[in-house]
């Protein structure tokens, strides 16, 4: 009988040892893989370069080659190797790779914060043409531990891998090399965990704190001028803030907030220097002030931004998740940024003293709100281009703005940007985007006519209306790894500001050719309707929607979180309400044939909730988060049901419209909101909500018998 033989037996007829034979193994495998590889690239660069708008860079075919690509294959390799040598059967050897491959892609890429993600897949990659990396550090630690890794994989196959020659028996370096990778492992392992566990710890920290005072009373900020000059990716800034205790009784500490990252140097009280107390984001400054006293308070303060501090109320476990986007690999998430190649700086941050909180703890829906008179100072360099709330105006270095109405916070955004303006009869629109970028992907590169009508149909996309509250809209394009979380307590997110929209990042390297396009429309598809015009203005505000998908549906609230604000300690839900009363009303009056399925769809589990449930548990459980916005819906409705039924619908709608402009930039409290109602159109609701707080279930109608019946409504029957 004849014994069988593999290719892999030629070698046993040369003097080689087991470390030449499987070294020599993984270079012929890796080498034979990396050809491949080259010729995707190759591929992929082609049609990059001619069959793509985006912008083209070698470095990062080159980049990830080397720190994807490589290490892959070599972890890959080893583990092979190590398989068939210590299993030395070929078909469990080939099982247990597969089924690695499958937990590979599905299970094991979120365990330990892709610790075991050998591709990648979660790890933060995405190149930003405006910052570069979002995450270099972190990225190379995880490369590295399956580079050692596979060095422990080779060492096992060398050390368990029988000697061919009897002159070259096994010697002590594979046995060296295999504890010298063990530990390299172990070392670069135990500082890759240690570095999320340092940021949870610190994490957790900051929401105790925020906890611990959350009941404490909060002055409030009426005036605020900030003088800011930033160094590479550190700033100074001096905070001249007046401030006025609103509370019903004396302070004895006033509270401020400050992102941990910067350090106080001074602070002064109505020109005094005071003793403060820093704990992390806190400042507790050891003064008292009497009911309505106001004092001038002047903060200096440097030093780098801690992003750990931004969205406390989520929880760590959702907070370091990779975000899943259309992409293979990982955006990361970025809640600031503070360099030389860019500054966003948003008041999620506390990248300036607050006295009020980004978060209430306590009470989350009811979240005190401080609308601020802003005047921001940005000492920069004169090719820098600076951005924020209210006019500009330029004085040698120093860009100023100057709000005319209060705002809840500021934003601040500085880089070597272009400009794009267009002056429409709603507002002013300011396009910022990094040089070498389009606005819109190219779409404003249009005449006249067409980027004022694109834009204006913009307008009525968002807002659905035809006016807008802002005198101007910045439009700031944003590195693709910005992130914002939403929240139960608030449709907004961190993409949408009073006077300023956060798009994401845009990479097209050259405008839309309007001739071209039309003559395709117009030959290819036969729409002989188009017109120049018309074309421009579809593109515009169609690229205008799908550019900004993460603000849809949000910028017309928009108006009414910053211009209003209903305080209510005993029903904390009822400034998100009246939101819900005023933008349902007017939604019923324009779309009246919808108000029913406005009503009840996707409800059913908010109505399951509330058949056993009032919606005060519901605030205060932790369960119900996702179905939160549905349920306090469904109640706005229901208390929108209940006014309706003693007043009309344009009566009430003038009165919200009223109240709304009378306390504009206002905090006003439920109480006042009740009054008023009573005055102006004799309905007292508080005996009606203290019930509609605390009740169980949502009515409901009982339909039988139903039988047709001819009617006449006008003399042709119509």
Not at 331 to 351: I, M, N, Q, V, Y
Not at 533 to 556: V, W
Not at 561 to 567: C, K
Not at 570 to 585: A, S
Request: proline letters at 5%.
């Amino acid at each position: 009988q004849h014994k069988k033989k593999s290719t892999n037996d030629v070698f046993l007829t040369r003097p080689a040892s087991a470390g030449e034979y499987v070294i020599g193994k993984t270079l012929a495998i890796i080498e034979m893989i990396l050809l491949i590889d080259l010729l995707v690239i190759i591929l992929a660069m082609t049609i990059h370069l001619f069959a793509s708008n985006f912008s083209f860079d070698f470095s990062h075919y080159l980049f990830y080659l080397l720190t994807l690509t490589f290490p892959a294959i070599l972890f890959m390799t080893g583990l092979s190797l190590a398989l068939k040598i210590l299993i030395k059967n070929a078909w469990i050897a080939s099982l247990i790779l597969f089924i690695f491959w499958g937990a590979s892609i599905s299970v094991l890429p979120p365990v330990g914060h892709g610790i075991l993600d050998f591709i990648a897949s979660e790890i933060p990659n995405v190149f930003s043409s405006i910052t570069g990396h979002p995450g270099i550090d972190v990225y190379l630690l995880q490369r590295s531990i399956f580079i050692l890794f596979s060095g422990v994989l080779i060492s096992v196959a060398i050390t368990k891998l029988p000697h061919f020659s009897e002159h070259k028996g096994l010697s002590k370096g594979p046995v060296r090399a295999l504890l010298l990778f063990v530990g390299g492992v172990v070392i670069a392992s135990s500082i890759y965990s240690l570095h999320f566990k340092h940021n949870k710890d610190k994490r957790t920290e900051y929401s105790r704190l925020y906890r611990q005072v959350a009941l404490m009373p909060k002055i409030n900020t009426v005036e605020h001028e900030i003088i800011f000059k930033r160094e590479k990716n550190r700033y100074e800034a001096t905070s001249l803030m007046t401030i006025v205790n609103r509370t019903p009784r004396k302070t004895d500490t006033l509270l401020l907030y400050l992102n941990p990252a910067l350090e106080v140097t001074e602070l002064t009280l109505n020109g005094k220097n005071t003793p403060f107390q820093r704990k992390e984001q806190l400042i507790l400054v050891d003064a008292a002030m009497e009911p309505r006293d106001s004092a001038r308070m002047v903060v200096n303060y440097k030093g780098k931004i801690d992003p750990l501090v931004c969205y406390p109320d989520i929880s760590n476990e959702e907070f370091f998740r990779p975000e899943k986007t259309e992409y293979i690999l990982s955006l990361g998430r970025h809640f600031a940024f503070l360099g030389d190649k860019f500054t966003l700086l948003t008041p999620e941050c506390l990248w300036y003293p607050t006295t009020i909180p980004t978060v209430n703890f306590d009470q989350p829906f009811n979240n005190q709100q401080d609308f601020t008179l802003f005047k921001l100072k940005v000492i920069s360099a004169p090719q820098r281009t600076v951005i924020s709330q209210g006019e500009m105006t330029l004085s040698g270095d120093t860009a100023c703005f100057n709000n005319k109405h209060p705002l809840k916070g500021i934003i601040l955004s500085e880089g070597d940007m272009t400009r794009d303006t267009v002056k429409t009869s709603i507002t002013r629109w300011e396009f910022y985007n990094k040089k070498g970028h389009y606005p819109l992907r190219g779409a404003l590169n249009a005449s006249d006519s067409g980027r004022i009508k694109g834009c204006e149909g913009f307008i009525h996309v968002y807002l659905e209306q035809s006016t807008c509250p802002f005198h101007k809209l910045a439009c700031i394009e944003t590195p693709r790894s910005f992130h914002s979380f939403s929240r139960p307590w608030t449709p907004l997110l961190d993409y949408i500001h009073p006077e300023i929209i956060l798009m994401p990042e845009q990479e097209d390297k050259k405008p839309i050719d309007y001739p071209q396009l039309l003559k395709f429309y117009v030959e290819e598809h036969k729409q002989h309707w188009l017109t120049m015009q018309r074309l421009e203005s579809i593109q515009i505000t169609r690229n205008g929607t799908l550019f900004f998908p993460k603000a849809h549906r949000t910028f017309s609230l928009l108006v009414q979180e910053q211009n209003l604000f209903v305080n209510s300690t005993e029903f904390p839900v009822m400034n998100r309400v009246i939101q819900w009363l005023n933008t349902g009303l007017k939604y019923r009056e324009k779309h009246p044939s919808e108000a029913l399925s406005l009503k009840t769809k996707n409800d059913m589990e908010a109505i399951e909730y509330l058949t056993h449930k009032s919606l005060k548990e519901a605030l205060e459980d932790p369960g119900t988060q996702e179905v939160l916005q549905d349920i306090i819906r469904l109640k706005s409705f229901q208390l929108q049901d209940h006014i309706l039924l003693q007043t009309s619908w344009p009566d009430f709608n003038l009165f919200l419209d009223g109240f709304s402009r009378k306390y504009r930039f206002k905090e006003v409290s439920f109480d006042q909101f009740t009054g008023e109602l009573n005055t102006n159109l004799g309905i007292n609701i508080l005996p009606l909500v203290e019930n509609w707080f605390i009740e169980q279930g949502v009515p409901a109608f009982y339909i039988k018998d139903i039988k047709p019946v001819r009617t006449q409504i006008n003399q042709q029957g119509k």
